[in-house]
């Protein structure tokens, strides 16, 4: 009975050392950075890091963007309030249907017969 439990025990931690030993390589393979999980990893690092700058760069443009932007608005505001002042300049103007009134002068008798001599 000893003896078959020796050899169970031995059986037993065999079968450990292969099953440790396929884990080992396997983890050899999962950290290889060629083409295991370790260059897969270090690709996404990479990769995180150039749409980090991206995202640096379009926020700053954005940025810029903004400012342009809202100096355009506010002189296409400034350009507004003339047009509308200008506008109400015209209501003032006699419209094109009214005759339009002469002012005639006349001179008075005495000064046409100055003028004449």
């Known amino acids: 009975m000893q003896l ?17 030993l396929v884990l080992a390589r396997r983890l050899k393979r999962f950290n290889q950075l060629e083409n295991g999980m370790g260059g897969a990893i270090a690709v996404l690092s990479a990769q995180v890091d ?5 995202l640096e760069r379009a926020q700053a443009t954005a940025a810029h963007s903004e400012t342009q932007l809202r100096a355009l608005t506010e002189r296409a505001e400034n350009g507004a309030e003339k047009l ?3 506008l109400a300049a015209l209501h003032d103007l006699p419209e094109e249907d ?11 008798r005495h000064e046409a017969m100055e003028a004449a001599e």
């Open 4 to 20: 078959l439990a020796d050899l169970i025990s031995t059986l037993a931690a065999i079968a450990a050392a292969g099953y440790c």
């Open 84 to 86: 509308e002042l200008m």
């Open 98 to 108: 009214e005759p339009r009134r002469r002012v005639v002068r006349r001179r008075h």
């Open 50 to 54: 150039d749409m980090t700058r991206a």
